[in-house]
């Protein structure tokens, strides 16, 4: 029956997004060593402040970029295919990005990372193809709880993704450890979460029509987004929202350093204060605001999340970063997994695919857009990304007020 036990059917779904989130936070942690620390960097060293910044954006938008087509593109499979094949796809990606990206390390090459960054981001859209498998074993009425069990999984993996970038980075822990002993670490784990997935994860939806493969699939969806009625205003929000979140979480290693002079563990220890906000909105607040309207719950939780990020930005106080960084955590995840909710809810059973691939597809060109453009403006100045998230955050606020 659908619903009954989802724990423990969609078991294998729950830890492949697990194992996936650890794979994918691990990698914040090492950026600014990659690009900025120049005894450490895979640039040489006489390579200027401002073009070290650039490139940072760029690792961070490339990946985005093509998640926007990537994710689009397997979503649309995962209809046809099944969520078990497309899914397992998408893991396999991550293996071979992360392989690369380790190798490059050990090469020092930026070409060989960036072409890293673009394999995995290509088939990096795990998450909505997820989403869409636990919407198939749901009731209508348990969806936005399910969702967030997917949240909670994700966010938990962001707890220990990013404390495993740090610590198998640390040659003080162990003399063989260096920047690539994480990303082969990650490598490692999506070859077995693939494993996983393809052996073990039942199911849940194939429908046996041929598939055609669209380039531009992802531009039709995100037209689509805003073409249809149902789920044009839920658009206008989580492309604001995730504009407003990757200027946060894209560029708050980079504040970190840049004020604090933070090293890979702090980063990741507070990369980890952030995950814990997030689990607790997942496997607590979301059940308990599941009972007050959903826009009511996506209004005050984008409301705090860009307060949490002010009180940062115009504030240099360290306890003040680490505390927002558990309000923005909590906050945002609830927000967050209620409009995806709501965006489910729109549609019928058939189109879930779809609808994921939407929300899939602006919250890649939300990112996108914003780490590319960030990257040419903390070259002027470091706080500029956390303004454009607060006015995101604010605006998307506003948007939900106006239309109540």
């Excluded at 404390?163 to 040659?171: C, H, P, R, W, Y």
């Excluded at 194939?206 to 789920?231: C, N, P, Q, S, W």
């Excluded at 209004?299 to 106080?317: A, K, P």
Aim: with cysteine.
């Amino acid at each position: 029956m659908k619903d009954k036990s989802i724990i423990i059917k969609a078991a294998p779904l729950f830890l492949a997004i697990l194992i996936d989130s650890a794979g994918m936070g691990l990698f914040f942690p090492l950026l600014n060593g990659l690009i900025l620390y120049p005894k450490v960097s895979l640039l040489a060293a006489s390579t200027p402040e401002h073009m070290r910044y650039f490139l940072y954006g760029l690792l961070l938008s490339i990946y985005m970029i093509f998640w926007f087509f990537g994710s689009a593109i397997l979503g649309d499979f995962s209809d046809g295919l099944g969520r078990r094949r497309a899914l397992s796809i998408c893991l396999f990606g991550s293996f071979i990005g992360y392989l690369l990206a380790g190798i490059a390390v050990i090469e020092h090459s930026f070409m060989l990372l960036l072409l890293g960054r673009i394999i995995d981001g290509f088939t990096a859209g795990s998450q909505p193809i997820a989403q869409a498998a636990i919407v198939d074993m749901s009731l209508a009425k348990n969806r936005v709880r399910n969702l967030g069990y997917i949240m909670l999984a994700g966010s938990i993996g962001f707890v220990i993704g990013p404390m495993l970038g740090g610590v198998l980075s640390d040659s003080h822990i162990y003399h063989a450890f260096n920047y690539s002993t994480p990303l082969y670490f990650a490598a490692f784990i999506s070859l077995l979460n693939a494993a996983l997935v393809f052996f073990t994860l039942k199911e849940s939806l194939l429908d046996g029509r041929k598939i055609k493969i669209r380039m531009m699939y992802a531009v039709e969806l995100f037209v689509d987004a805003f073409r249809h009625k149902a789920i044009r205003q839920l658009s206008i929000i989580l492309l604001w929202t995730m504009i407003g979140w990757s200027a946060y979480f894209s560029y708050i290693s980079l504040l970190l350093w840049h004020r604090y002079h933070y090293d890979s563990i702090q980063v990741a220890e507070f990369w980890t204060v952030l995950a814990i906000g997030y689990t607790i909105g997942f496997a607590y607040l979301v059940g308990k605001c599941a009972k007050f309207p959903p826009k009511q719950v996506t209004f005050w939780g984008f409301l705090i999340t860009g307060m949490g990020i002010m009180w940062m930005t115009v504030t240099h106080s360290q306890e003040i970063a680490w505390i927002s960084a558990l309000i923005i955590g909590m906050a945002n995840g609830v927000g967050y997994t209620t409009l995806v909710g709501m965006f489910s809810n729109q549609v019928d059973d058939a189109r879930q695919g779809w609808v994921m691939g939407i929300t899939g597809s602006l919250m890649a060109a939300g990112i996108a857009i914003t780490t590319f453009f960030a990257g040419f403006l903390t070259q002027l100045n470091v706080n500029i990304p956390f303004v454009v998230s607060f006015s995101a955050y604010a605006i998307c606020v506003i948007w939900i007020g106006l239309n109540r």
